[in-house]
């Protein structure tokens, strides 16, 4: 079963203008070929059909806790793409709603995805860069612990260079902030899939990282994550169970040559993340309706009867 914590994994530095071009680019790291919702299909269904999962604890243990920490990255991105298309925080709604008889959102037809406004109201949904839907043929469970664990490590090689390329076609410190952290994470988990192969199989993938070769310590939003030892630490995402990962990471294993030095760590729980930003509402958009003030006092009202 799954827990869920009202806060993000990493805390966003909040938008400095509304760019849905941007959000459409990050939306990529969302639904394209190597995004989360890729790494969250293949984990989690490779964790549900798991074989013998009790004579291969640490191999389970290791799929399992990785696929919580995916499905928080499916979060995060997904907030940033919204945040993007939102722009700058305010508390302040839209007074009113604009006189929707004179196209107040006329701009909005040049955008490069035009169905994450009219569709989804600015909003995040698991399709790529060009609007074209995720699927299930993105997901490789085989049943097959060795293939399945090689499929991960291809498959978090290849997210790292998704995310580079993103990144760099990006300048809003949103999206920046998230693929920063997203490369620091991403690299942790392709350190850990190949020492799981090391392990099960004696080829010692580990020389071939890091693949792509990314130099994180180049990245500015990937810096204050290597400072803080996050290219070290695998968390649990439990308070209890998947400890058995520590028999994977750990050991005296280290960081990767072309990361600052230390031993690998297992961190039960997870990490204190940051806060979810406010989306401001848009009454002429009918987000969330054309005149929400009605709404806001049952909400408040509700609030208060749960205090």
């Not at 392709?190 to 580990?206: R, S």
Request: aromatic share 8%; glycine share 8%.
């Amino acid at each position: 079963m799954f827990m869920r914590v009202d806060k993000l994994q990493a805390a966003l530095p909040a938008p400095k203008k509304k760019d849905p071009n941007a959000a459409a680019a990050l939306q990529e790291l969302l639904g394209g070929k190597y995004g989360e919702m890729s790494t969250l299909g293949n984990y989690l269904f490779q964790s549900f059909n798991f074989r013998s999962k009790s004579k291969l604890r640490p191999f389970y243990s290791l799929v399992a806790s990785i696929t919580a920490e995916e499905l928080g990255h499916v979060e995060l991105v997904s907030n940033g793409v919204a945040m993007l298309n939102n722009g700058p925080d305010s508390d302040a709604d839209e007074a009113g709603g604009a006189d929707i008889s004179k196209s107040p959102f006329e701009a909005m037809q040049d955008i490069r995805s035009f169905a994450s406004f009219a569709s989804h109201g600015g909003g995040s949904v698991p399709v790529n860069s060009n609007s074209m839907s995720w699927n299930a043929d993105m997901v490789t469970t085989t049943g097959n612990v060795v293939v399945d664990l090689l499929h991960n490590f291809h498959l978090e090689c290849g997210a790292r260079l998704h995310k580079l390329r993103v990144y760099e076609t990006l300048s809003d410190p949103t999206g920046r902030e998230v693929c920063g952290y997203l490369l620091v994470r991403g690299s942790v988990h392709a350190h850990a899939y190949a020492l799981a192969l090391k392990q099960i199989t004696g080829a010692d993938i580990t020389k071939v990282l890091p693949t792509p070769n990314i130099p994180l310590s180049k990245i500015p939003e990937c810096q204050k994550y290597l400072d803080e030892g996050s290219h070290r630490r695998l968390y649990t995402w439990s308070p209890e169970d998947y400890k058995e990962i520590a028999g994977l990471w750990g050991n005296g294993e280290q960081a990767l040559p072309t990361d600052p030095p230390g031993e690998l760590e297992v961190v039960d729980g997870m990490p204190e993340g940051g806060k979810i930003h406010q989306l401001t509402g848009v009454p002429s958009a009918f987000t969330p309706d054309y005149a929400p003030e009605e709404m806001f006092e049952v909400a408040a009202k509700l609030t208060k009867m749960a205090r």
